[in-house]
């Protein structure tokens, strides 16, 4: 792929009219355009351009059999993109759009065949981070948006880890600070007869079944076998360079693991909760954060696979702490398993 200038263009308390401008622009002229989320920050396309979607999956290195999020601004754009919407899907958009929820519907024709990797479902979401919405609402397109990092990477929440992956391969970055929630939203598959969450996200299995008043399914095992419905499932994601092990939740068991790989000569950095640093002896140490707020941890957990990597060459492993998977948590352990080495 052809280098070029990767602009970044700075949205200053989210009032900067040009940078959402120039963005939108961008986009519309077929460029890619790299900008921040309430999850973490997209790699927009038109997703209405099969030749500028294909951008996406050269400057990621994505495999192209893993399909793609179209991000709308608008409710009013959504029934352009699928042929029909359940009860279910208006009870699930009335109340959690705008913000971390992708639904999985039947198709129109006018989505082309490289954002749903030929199946015959669409994955759309409309996002709540302000910055977003602007850029949505003045380029007036559904945007094709994946995470803008080098594909298998962690995610990037801050717009220098987009410029460490793709600058060069991009024509801008709307720079917009730290996103919320650091991991990518929820995906629910509503096209067959009964939902299921194809990636847990920031909206919880428990928020949607309170919200709809039935239980939800989750993927069989043999999901990704095939072309999956969903990012996220398929490949091994998230990954730092570094090699990356999961530990237990107590101090007792990562210090236990800890040793276990000093003993054998490794340099080993900790990533853990605040309260189990003091405990923990290693060579290197991570904060994830605070252990009753996993709101805040999953804020923390692709900004921590990117601080061991900076360690490097001082560190070969890093040992991270696990969580109960509830609530934020299954969302957190999913993303750490993706990313793990097994």
């Known amino acids: 792929m052809s280098s070029q200038h990767t602009k970044i263009l700075n949205v200053n308390n989210f009032d900067d009219a040009n940078s959402v401008k120039e963005a939108a622009k961008l986009l519309k002229n077929g460029e890619l355009v790299a900008f921040p989320t309430e999850t973490v920050y997209g790699l927009g396309a038109n997703g209405l351009s099969t030749e500028a979607v294909m951008n996406i999956f050269t400057a990621k290195g994505r495999p192209s059999d893993n399909p793609l999020i179209l991000h709308i601004g608008e409710l009013e754009q959504l029934d352009a993109l699928v042929s029909e919407r359940s009860e279910l899907a208006n009870q699930l958009i009335e109340s959690f759009w705008p913000g971390a929820l992708t639904l999985v519907m039947k198709r129109s024709q006018l989505v082309p065949d490289i954002v749903t990797a030929k199946l015959d479902t669409v994955a759309i979401r409309m996002p709540s981070h302000p910055v977003a919405r602007r850029i949505l609402k003045e380029v007036q397109l559904p945007i094709a948006a994946p995470s803008a990092n080098r594909s298998g990477r962690p995610s990037p929440t801050l717009a220098e880890h987009v410029m460490n992956d793709l600058n060069g391969r991009i024509a801008a970055v709307v720079d917009g600070g730290a996103c919320g929630?650091?991991?990518?939203?929820?995906?629910?598959?509503?096209?067959?007869?009964?939902?299921?969450?194809?990636?847990?996200?920031?909206?919880?299995?428990?928020?949607?079944?309170?919200?709809?008043?039935?239980?939800?399914?989750?993927?069989?095992?043999?999901?990704?076998?095939?072309?999956?419905?969903?990012?996220?499932?398929?490949?091994?994601?998230?990954?730092?360079?570094?090699?990356?092990?999961?530990?237990?939740?107590?101090?007792?068991?990562?210090?236990?693991?800890?040793?276990?790989?000093?003993?054998?000569?490794?340099?080993?950095?900790?990533?853990?909760?605040a309260d189990l640093q003091k405990e923990i002896q290693a060579d290197h140490h991570l904060n994830l954060g605070e252990k009753d707020r996993l709101d805040r941890v999953s804020q923390r957990v692709y900004q921590v696979l990117r601080e061991v990597d900076a360690l490097q060459p001082n560190v070969d492993v890093c040992i991270i702490q696990s969580f109960e998977e509830k609530g934020i948590g299954r969302a957190i352990m999913n993303r750490l398993n993706k990313a793990a080495n097994v």
């Open 181 to 273: 929630y650091g991991l990518e939203s929820t995906v629910v598959d509503l096209s067959g007869d009964v939902p299921v969450i194809l990636r847990p996200g920031g909206v919880t299995e428990e928020m949607i079944e309170d919200a709809v008043g039935t239980s939800v399914m989750r993927p069989t095992a043999n999901t990704a076998e095939h072309t999956p419905k969903s990012p996220g499932m398929k490949y091994r994601h998230y990954a730092p360079d570094t090699a990356l092990i999961i530990g237990g939740k107590q101090a007792n068991e990562l210090q236990e693991l800890i040793d276990q790989y000093r003993n054998k000569g490794k340099r080993v950095a900790a990533a853990v909760t």
